[in-house]
């Protein structure tokens, strides 16, 4: 599979109610719990325990500023999630992160290098992390160096 950067503006014209809205995407309870713990003053933080839970969302209607997913998980991994949501929802692929361990297989390893979306190392500091998706959210695009074949440095 071959994957393009979608770029989405955000429509100024369009007055925000709220602060932005994020999906974190992990099969980890506690991980999930502090990532909901460190955003939730600045972010209005929506969780899923897997790929399959936040695709259900997505299918009822829920749309999210940012989707900030693991890539190791049950059921429906990060990169089947990013890769449905490329076919089915462009709009909401162009505003994915990853935030993981390290990819298992090769295959993993390859896609983290092929796709244009930002990839966090864990562990990631929480000013780093609120960084990434400040840049995200701003349209800033993804540096090489932020990108699966490297880590992103701790602010």
Sequence with gaps: MTYRHIVVA???????????????????????????????RAYAVTTAGDGAEALALFRAGARFDLVLSDMCMPRLSGQRLYETLCRELPEQAARFMFMTAGAASDEGKAFLRAVPVRVLHKPVAGGALRAAIDELLAGTPVPDFARGSGRIPVL
């Design 10 to 40: 955000h429509d100024a014209s369009v007055a925000r109610t709220g602060p932005p809205r994020i999906l974190v995407v992990d099969d980890d309870r506690l991980l999930r719990a502090s990532t909901e713990r460190m955003l939730r």
